[in-house]
C-alpha cells in the first residue's frame, strides 16, 4: 500500500481504532527488532517503514485532538 493511500485510511478512522492500530504496529516493530538482533531479518526497510507508520499515526492523532 501506498503511503498516501495510508495515510486516507488513516484519517478516516476514529480515535479507538487508531489505538489499535497503534498497538499493532508497535507489536510488528518490536518483532522486527527482534529478529534484526537473532539475525534472521531478510527484508530490513520493513523497520523503517513501520517507524513512519506509527509517525503517521501519532500525528493524526494529534491532529483529530486538537481539532475536538
Known sequence: M??????KSVLGMNAAQLKDELAALRREQFNLRMQQAMG?????????????????????????AKAS
Open 40 to 64: 534472521q531479518q531478510s527484508k530490513s526497510h520493513l523497520a523503517g517503514d513501520v517507524r513512519k507508520k506509527i509517525a503517521r499515526i501519532k500525528t493524526v492523532m494529534n491532529q483529530k
Open 2 to 7: 501506498k503511503s498516501s493511500e495510508y495515510v
